[in-house]
């Protein structure tokens, strides 16, 4: 096998490749967490990559497809239902062109793979709206260009094409603060294409490697549960299992499979491939479920969930969705992203029927998100992301479910606030987008925080530590403290023109604090009605909502 | 000539002295209870002084109903020079004051009371008196108001739900807003039900919301602004009404104690009746 390994990538070649960028974008992520050019606590990038990665390689891990196709299309998929943040979803979209490039083929020659690669970035560029030079799409690029000049060498081999595109993304990663301002004014490259730039080091480590390291083979062999010995005691009244596991067979028709598993509960979801279907279900049931996938193949990852914990974690939060509050009109569900103790309480209160936690630092992963709209007892929903990093993940959902979703383009908490108090349940799904959307677009959002580096953005040089105040999610003042960061920018906004002001008073700050910032507020600008809610959000001491 | 029927209504319609006296309706009055003290709604206490008393006091006060021997003895009153009376009356599903009308009705003899359940409040009412007013028999003026009933729509912006709460008309639920925000719901009356048709966060924005609301129920035949201690807010949204509704009056009206026992101070509305549909 050694000489097929050295001309082509098979499926268990590519395997330990995808391992190999785990293992290196793991060993760095936080380096590339530093290369943040925003001072702001936000969803660090390399974390985002590292999680997204990781789920990308989770069902791979399982599988000992030979051919290379296969085990493209379960990164492909996995890394789609784990895509968080920005950097997570082009991530996702590069496997899924890669995955394209190689449909139906059982090995690649150093050509072919090079072609893959290329056509990897394609799909990226396809996948966003405004491309950006600078980024990660141009360090892809350039990786599937170096890769493809390897290719057409005649000395051309696997380790070549790929140490070829390693070092293709490097030289580019070097370029990207020539690319774009904000990286120069900031003084680092840019944190995705980094990120790239370690996964394909990572994959030509795997091929340096001579031997696969023996821990990966044995993760493979993870035993399955026998369908026949799987019995479980149901509670009476509960809330039921949430059920999964993948089906490994041939030729599964995902179709069938989902009809079948949908007479045997809710919230199903069947998506995957011919030879490995991942199903989701929320059942009473979960013995019939398993013996009726265990007739289509091998059951791996099998994991029955008590619901009622699990509603304890995410659903808690939905409030009455299930129990008191009666059923909308409209049949159209709400489900947000929020953070903190206080927020997630007025979200609740404001009708949104599941909450995913989450936000500025913990940035959801796309199947976060899809479980919690499968979760909600409407075919229709409207998902708020309320953060600038998750509205891309938040898309990606639309995709998976077979709901009719709506991504209410929410960038801050402010924003997903006015946008649900525009909700009306007695008004059909994309009349109470445009309506959201529209009372989204009304409000500012204030943000404080503390600078987390020394950096230059927007004009504006901040030290770390620095009190800084953040307008719609640009970085406007620094400072020294609270009261006065705010009432600059209550001051740039122009407050003549606004009514209200709604505090969101994080964890981290002090009932002086509090007090002083609203004094300030009154003292300077009398006109302004001034409210304060508890929202325990974590990293910014205050969230300003300005209407 | 002299009017053969008489008009009766509550306190509740938010009649206008000048109407009132123009057109000779009589107004009987419900009754607000400062804790151990009654007063008659317009007659024991000014507008302006129940405002005042409600902002001071630390308990609410409640209301009720006048008797069914108070309406008696206004009919018995208006027997002795009509033929008959149109009694038209707050919604039933808010007060019990139809159903006393009702009940004094029947212990006058011979003389025909027609008491209508207007299924709403405020000056929808002092509308509906005023047109059996101008009818030229009861069985007229008792037809001209029925047909409107189901027309009469009041559209409320509280300015704080504690009030309307411990009234019990309404919950927080019903008016979709939760415990935690301030919001202001628009409130509609329409049909014997209350319900919550917007909630916004700012009071500009929920009087913007309230014009747009009643744009699209155009046409309306009679409207009017009515405030809770806010005059001047409600003349400057009159005055863009009779802008947006050149054929229309739109007066500007005061609510009275027994509904600002429920609304609070500060609450707006936008009263009116639709057009009947063709």
């Known amino acids: 096998m050694a000489a097929l390994k050295a001309t082509g990538v098979d499926g268990q070649l590519f395997k330990r490749a995808l391992l190999g960028s785990l293992n290196w974008l793991a060993a760095n992520h936080e380096e590339v967490n530093r290369l943040n050019v925003f001072p702001v606590p936000d969803g660090d990038t390399g974390t985002n990559m590292l999680l997204t990665l990781q789920s990308a390689v989770e069902d791979v891990k399982e599988s000992n497809a030979a051919e290379v196709s296969k085990i493209a299309k379960l990164a492909s998929h996995g890394s789609l239902m784990g895509a968080r943040g920005n950097s997570g979803v082009i ?127 044995a993760e493979t062999r993870r035993p399955a549960s026998p369908a026949s ?60 479920v398993i013996n009726l996938a265990g007739g289509y193949g091998k059951l791996l990852k099998l994991n029955v969930g008590d619901m009622s914990t699990q509603h304890r974690r995410i659903l808690e939060t939905a409030g009455a969705a299930s129990g008191a509050r009666p059923a909308r009109a409209n049949g159209v569900g709400l489900v947000a992203v929020v953070a903190g103790r206080g927020l997630v309480e007025i979200f609740k209160g404001l009708g949104v029927d599941a909450i995913i936690e989450g936000g500025q630092t913990m940035n959801p992963s796309t199947k976060d998100m899809l479980t919690a709209i499968e979760s909600v007892p409407y075919d229709e929903v409207l998902l708020l992301p309320n953060n600038g990093n998750v509205i891309a993940a938040a898309k990606q959902v639309v995709g998976l479910t077979k709901k009719k979703l709506h991504v209410v383009e929410t960038h801050s908490v402010p924003q997903g606030v006015s946008a649900v108090v525009a909700f009306r349940p007695e008004r059909r ?12 677009e009304r409000v500012q959002t204030i943000e404080v925080t503390h600078a987390v580096r020394d950096t230059r953005s927007n004009g504006v040089r901040v030290k770390k530590g620095d009190v800084i105040g953040l307008i719609n999610d640009r970085l406007e003042f620094a400072g020294d403290d609270y009261p006065e960061v705010v009432k600059k920018a209550l001051g740039k906004l122009g407050p003549d023109a606004y009514e209200l002001v709604t505090v969101y008073r994080g964890e981290q700050a002090s009932d002086d604090e509090l007090a002083r910032l609203e004094s300030e507020i009154r003292t300077n600008y009398p006109g302004l009605e001034v409210e304060v809610q508890q929202g325990d959000q974590q990293h910014y001491p205050f969230i300003l909502s300005v209407e | 000539m002299r009017r053969s029927f008489a008009v009766v209504t509550d306190s509740t319609a938010d009649l206008p002295n000048e109407w009132r006296d123009r057109y000779e309706i009589e107004i009987v009055p419900l009754k607000v209870l400062f804790g151990q003290e009654t007063f008659r709604d317009r007659v024991d206490m000014t507008d ?28 018995r009153r208006l027997a002795q020079d009509h033929d008959g009376c ?130 699209a129920e155009q046409p309306v035949e009679r409207l009017a602004v009515m405030h809770a201690q806010a005059p001047e807010e409600a003349e400057a949204i009159a005055a863009q009404l009779r802008n947006k509704f050149p054929d229309l009056e739109v007066p500007v009206g005061q609510i009275g104690c027994v509904l600002g026992t429920h609304t609070g101070p500060k609450a707006l509305g936008l009263v009116y009746i639709k057009t009947q549909s063709r």
């Open chain 1, 229 to 288: 010995q799987v019995s479980l005691d149901l509670p009476e009244g509960g809330w039921g299992y949430c059920t999964e596991f993948l089906i490994e067979g041939d030729n599964l028709d995902t179709e069938l499979i989902r009809g079948q598993i949908e007479s045997l509960g809710n919230s199903v979801l069947v998506v995957g491939e011919p030879e490995l279907v991942k199903v989701h279900v929320h059942t009473d049931d979960p013995t019939s």
């Open chain 1, 429 to 440: 799904g994309d009349e109470n987008l445009r309506a959201m959307k529209a009372e989204a």
């Open chain 1, 91 to 217: 991530l996702s979209q590069i496997f899924r062109g890669f995955a394209r490039a190689v449909e139906g083929k059982g090995s690649l020659t150093p050509a072919e793979l090079a072609t893959a690669f290329e056509e990897a970035a394609n799909a990226a560029y396809r996948a966003v709206n405004k491309p950006t030079e600078g980024t990660i799409l141009t360090v892809a690029r350039e990786a599937g260009r170096a890769a493809a000049t390897a290719a057409s060498s005649p000395e051309a081999s696997v380790p070549r094409v790929i140490a070829a595109a390693a070092a293709g993304a490097r030289a580019a990663v070097l370029k990207t603060p020539s690319q774009l301002q904000i990286l120069r004014d900031a003084g680092v490259v840019d944190a995705g294409g980094y990120g790239l730039q370690l996964i394909l080091e990572g994959m030509l480590k795997s091929m340096e490697e001579s031997e696969p390291a023996p821990s990966s083979i």
């Open chain 2, 48 to 75: 302006e002084e129940f405002f005042r008393r409600l902002a001071a006091s630390t308990s609410l006060p409640t209301t009720s109903a006048p008797s069914p021997g108070e309406f008696a003895d206004v009919y």
């Open chain 2, 86 to 215: 149109i009694s038209i009356h707050i919604g039933a599903q808010l007060s019990a004051t139809a159903e006393a009308a009702r009940v004094g009705a029947s212990s006058v003899d011979g003389f025909t009371v027609n008491v209508v359940d207007s299924e709403t409040v405020s000056m929808p009412i002092a509308f509906l008196c005023r047109i059996a007013a101008e009818s030229s028999s009861l069985a007229e003026a008792t037809a001209a108001v029925e047909q409107r009933v189901p027309r009469c729509r009041v559209l409320a912006l509280l300015d704080t739900l504690r009030y309307v709460e411990m009234g019990g008309r309404v919950s927080r639920a019903q008016a979709m807003i939760g415990t935690m925000l301030d919001l202001k719901p628009l409130l509609l009356v329409a049909n014997r039900e209350i319900k919550s048709v917007d909630r916004v966060r700012t009071r500009s924005r929920a009087i913007a919301r309230m014009i747009e609301f009643v744009r």
